[in-house]
Nanobody, 115 residues
Framework: QVQLVESGGGLVQAGGSLRLSCAAS????????MRWYRQAPGKQRELVAA???????NYADSVKGRFTISRDNAKNTEYLQMNSLKPEDTAVYYC?????????WGQGTQVTVSS
């Protein structure tokens, strides 16, 4: 059974930092893309950051210079280091994994940034 377990969300003051983790298990195919999305109340889910198996990275303009995505292939885990957090970063953050012909979503973790 495939599981994506997220951790690291929480409440932080503006300017603070959080580190999200997403550990994938039960996946039999090689993991290709790993991504982080977020969804704020009343808004559409948006792509925050993505990293390919070859290490190519992309960020949403709104987080460039503040967020860093990384992955540990040996552990099937991806991370999102979030620095200089702003109230507008408040959202539920979801990890997303592409493996073979399949894609999987994490359960989501709440990030709340107070002003």
């Amino acid at each position: 059974q495939v599981q994506l377990v997220e951790s690291g969300g929480g409440l932080v003051q503006a300017g603070g930092s959080l580190r999200l983790s997403c550990a994938a298990s039960g996946i039999i195919y090689r993991i290709n893309a790993m991504r982080w999305y977020r969804q704020a109340p009343g808004k559409q889910r948006e792509l925050v950051a993505a990293i390919t198996s070859g290490g190519v990275i992309n960020y949403a303009d709104s987080v460039k210079g503040r967020f860093t995505i990384s992955r540990d292939n040996a552990k099937n885990t991806e991370y999102l280091q979030m620095n200089s957090l702003k109230p507008e970063d408040t959202a539920v953050y979801y990890c997303y994994v592409v493996a073979g012909p399949y894609n999987y979503w994490g359960q989501g973790t709440q990030v709340t940034v107070s002003s």
